[in-house]
């Protein structure tokens, strides 16, 4: 059974990419089997900072000028990475029928993957409330910013509201320390649970660092930095672990690997 991890946020540059890109480069280190499906299809960016060449793209799959089989590139880290294009703003806003079809494009991975991880875009679109939920778990990418707890909240009341989601992950990113991190994710717990009836749990944080912003200008993904990864590397390590024990979501409507 495949395990369906999507990342998602409300509001942009946040962190979303480089969370999921590092997230699923470190389980593939560990030998398991996974793949990242980037469902930013507008404003795809997974493979540059996993730096693959990218020829055909979701819009070719949608087309039916190419096939899912023929759009998964694998990494050197063995990483199958379901590449969203490069721009191709026609395939921002696909319609329900056209995500339904990229849904069911992926089944074909159902044994040839344990985790799926999914790179969705910002904001509360209908693309990106689907897409988050039709995972078994969600994370949101929260940082401390009123403009990020807006953006956020909005993404929850939008999951909960129309797709009846009753609980997800919260990392918090570009924290100062560890008590940063918590007290943002409590005043964000607080003004949830006072409007919502979702669970937010806690799985992890990372800091603000200039090894991530350069990784990104690298195209290496951080955790590969043998020399300076050593607290990345358990902050992800440590948001890997509790993500994966975190209970599966129950949703409305269409889900990866559904049969
Ligand atoms: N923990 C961090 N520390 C420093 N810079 C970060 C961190 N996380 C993300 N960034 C910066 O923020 C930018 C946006 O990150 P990205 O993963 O593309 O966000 P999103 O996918 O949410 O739009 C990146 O270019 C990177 O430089
Ligand atoms: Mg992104």
């Keep these: 059974m495949v395990e369906t991890i999507a ?49 055909v793209s ?28 490069s721009g191709v703003l026609e395939v921002m806003n696909i319609d329900s029928k056209k995500r339904w079809e990229v849904i069911k494009s992926l089944d074909h991975l159902e044994n040839e993957i344990d985790f799926l991880f999914v790179d969705t875009p910002a904001g509360a679109s209908d693309s990106s409330i689907e897409f988050a939920a039709a995972c078994d778990k969600i994370i949101i990418v929260l940082v401390g910013e009123p403009t990020s707890f807006m953006d956020a909240y909005a993404f929850i009341k939008a999951l909960s509201i129309e797709k009846n989601v009753g609980g ?17 994710f409590e005043s964000f717990k607080k003004i949830v649970s006072h409007f919502l009836e979702v669970d937010l749990t806690f799985v992890g944080w990372l800091p603000h660092s ?12 951080f ?16 948001i890997i672990k509790k993500v994966i024990d975190a209970s599966r979501i129950k949703s409305n409507g269409i889900r990866f690997f559904d049969k």
Excluded: W, Y
Aim: proline letters at 2%.
């Design 58 to 85: 979701i819009s070719d799959m949608l087309d039916g000028t190419s096939s899912m089989e023929d759009l998964v590139q694998v990494t050197p880290n063995g990483l199958k990475l379901i590449p969203g294009g």
């Design 223 to 238: 955790i590969l930095n043998k020399k300076e990864n050593g607290n990345l590397k358990m902050r992800i390590d440590e």
């Design 210 to 221: 200039q090894t991530i912003s350069n990784s990104i200008v690298a195209r290496k993904p």
């Design 168 to 184: 997800v992950s919260i990392v918090v990113n570009m924290a100062k320390n560890a008590s940063d991190a918590t007290n943002s």
């Design 7 to 55: 990342i998602a946020s409300g509001k942009g540059g946040v962190g979303k990419t480089s969370l999921a890109v590092n997230c699923a480069v470190e389980l593939a280190n560990q030998t398991k089997r996974v793949g990242l499906l980037d469902a930013d299809f507008g404003l795809a960016n997974a493979h540059i900072m996993l730096n693959q060449k990218v020829s």
